[in-house]
């Protein structure tokens, strides 16, 4: 999956029909764990995606004179 073709809502989505099937259904231990590798895998890209768009955040606010500014995003 690379970055020009990655889809934050379809990856969910993946995501979220590979945990349904391997709560649900009934496979081989085999398939299960390629579920598994491939839920991990789909999960990682995901957890980067996110934290990229965290660090692309900006959070606009007033300084002291009413001017705006930007900032950038700090965890708390």
Do not use: R
């Amino acid at each position: 999956m690379n970055e020009e073709s990655f889809n934050f809502e379809e990856s969910m989505e993946k995501l979220e029909k590979i945990v349904k099937s391997l709560e649900s259904e009934n496979k081989s231990l085999e398939k299960n764990i390629k579920l598994f590798e491939e839920g991990l895998a789909i999960s990682k890209k995901l957890q980067e995606h996110l934290e990229s768009a965290e660090k692309k955040i900006e959070v606009l606010s007033k300084d002291q004179n009413g001017d705006i500014k930007t900032e950038t995003f700090e965890e708390k």
